[in-house]
């Protein structure tokens, strides 16, 4: 079904965020010895950036992130793609400490930099036609396949700029493609390292994720780096099909050092009788904007849409979400929860859009934040927009101190204020984390999580 695009005035001129690393030679840069089909997409993908004007607080969906004061472009060189290959002995220690907390996997794939440096898959699984490739590599191996589904129906260009933006100029990235009826018991592991060599930059990868019909896939993808000395752009398109009665479980851990900014663009689509469950938990970066939309698209469709975000200091995260009803008896759950201390900032904007015909829709939208300081703040803005008379939607939000009872609870019981509070902290977070019960993912969130909490 397409989708309307709204025409906003540009400020600032039509050919905003056009500069010398980011422009039309940089995408010629990247075409060149592509399949006509890739070059043409990049090129049509440039051509919808540049029309479309930076978006500016006096749009809905970017009132609360001053994009102008948060990112700069012009200051940005373009992240160059490299070979690359993953030497565990001469990893960075925060990188292998990640992959060590990992449990046993189905497969992993390490990104350094922007460049897919290592790739291994079960032999069971591949002999079952189960793929897991890099996305330079599926070019010529899968070119049907991405042909016809990257950057198309789930994130074409049209979306938005950022969206176009990463169309144009992305350089890598994964493609994992579960063929019908096979099912994986265990997690896809994707492990991506940014260097302090990366700082200055901006990186631009795409995920791909087809579960056939009757497939099971979970996919875990954790971005992380050390703090940045210069504003590093991190640009991650995600596009995830759930074709009939196929269960998927995506899951995004970010966990970047200050100076990058973040920019993660999700779209998932799920057919009849699929599931097809989210989970973004946002720890780290200066600054984090998701843009989630999920997409059900026939009867029985289910998405839980799961959300946890801990921020401290200066940070600053921006959700927007939206749950897209556009077939009948299909349900979708959103439960976004955040804990914020010192100056930090959260910002959620969700709406439940149910399209005429979509009947019997069952969906719910929920917004908690707990603040831990007189100078954090949250905005939550829940919204419906329904076009079907025959549909059970709510929506919710809360901003709140700590629960004093609780702590003075814990506390009579001789347990220090730190501990009371962080116990209090992990309590209100935790349902998130009960509801995706994902081997090793739920211990390794609630580690760093406390590791946090812990300064």
């Known amino acids: 079904m397409a989708e309307s695009t709204k025409i906003q005035e540009p400020i600032g001129g039509i050919m905003e965020g056009v500069t010398e690393a980011l422009n039309a030679d940089a995408v010629e840069a990247l075409a060149g010895g592509e399949p006509v089909w890739l070059a043409e997409r990049r090129r049509e993908a440039w051509s919808a950036y540049e029309r479309t004007p930076l978006p500016t607080t006096r749009l809905e969906e970017w009132r609360y992130t001053d994009l102008r004061r948060k990112l700069k ?4 060189r373009r992240g160059e793609w490299a070979e690359r290959t993953f030497d565990r002995s001469g990893a960075p220690e925060r990188l292998v400490q990640a992959m060590d907390a990992d449990r046993a996997a189905s497969g992993h794939l390490v990104e350094f930099d922007g460049a897919v440096a290592h790739v291994d898959l079960l032999e069971e699984l591949a002999a079952k036609g189960v793929t897991l490739t890099p996305l330079r590599k599926a070019i010529s191996e899968q070119g049907e396949l991405l042909e016809s589904l990257l950057a198309t129906e789930a994130l074409p260009a049209s979306a938005g700029k950022f969206q ?20 994986l018991e265990l997690p896809v592991r994707v492990t991506r390292w940014f260097s302090a060599e990366s700082a200055g930059a901006a990186h631009f990868s795409r995920t791909l994720i087809i579960a056939e019909e009757g497939s099971q896939v979970s996919y875990v993808d954790e971005v992380l780096s050390d703090d940045l000395p210069a504003q590093t752009l991190i640009s991650s398109a995600v596009e995830v099909f759930a074709r009939p009665s196929a269960q998927v479980q995506y899951v995004s851990l970010q966990r970047l050092g200050r100076g990058a900014f973040h920019l993660s663009q999700q779209r998932t689509l799920a057919e009849r009788d699929s599931t097809l469950d989210t989970l973004n938990v946002s720890l780290g970066a200066s600054t984090a904007r998701l843009d989630l939309n999920a997409r059900l698209l026939g009867p029985g469709a289910n998405s839980d849409m799961l959300g946890l975000y801990f921020g401290d200091e200066d940070q600053h995260f921006d959700h927007n979400t939206s749950q897209d009803h556009v077939a009948p008896h299909a349900n979708s759950d959103l439960l976004y929860k955040g804990a914020l201390d010192g100056d930090a900032r959260a910002v959620f904007r969700g709406i439940i859009k149910v399209h005429p015909g979509a009947q019997q829709t069952d969906a719910y939208q929920t917004n908690r934040n707990l603040l831990l300081s007189e100078e954090a703040r949250a905005d939550s803005l829940p919204n419906l927009e329904i076009e079907a008379d025959d549909v059970r939607c709510s929506h919710g939000a809360t901003v709140g101190q700590l629960d004093q009872d609780s702590l003075f609870y814990l506390m009579s019981r001789g347990m220090p204020r730190s501990v009371a509070e962080r116990l209090v902290v992990m309590g209100f977070l935790g349902e998130v984390l009960s509801r995706l019960p994902l081997g090793g993912v739920v211990e390794k969130i609630s580690g760093i999580v406390e590791e946090k909490l812990h300064g």
């Open 73 to 76: 472009l012009d200051s940005l």
């Open 164 to 183: 176009a933006l990463n169309a144009a100029l992305w350089t890598d990235g994964v493609l994992l493609h579960v063929p019908r009826g096979v099912r």
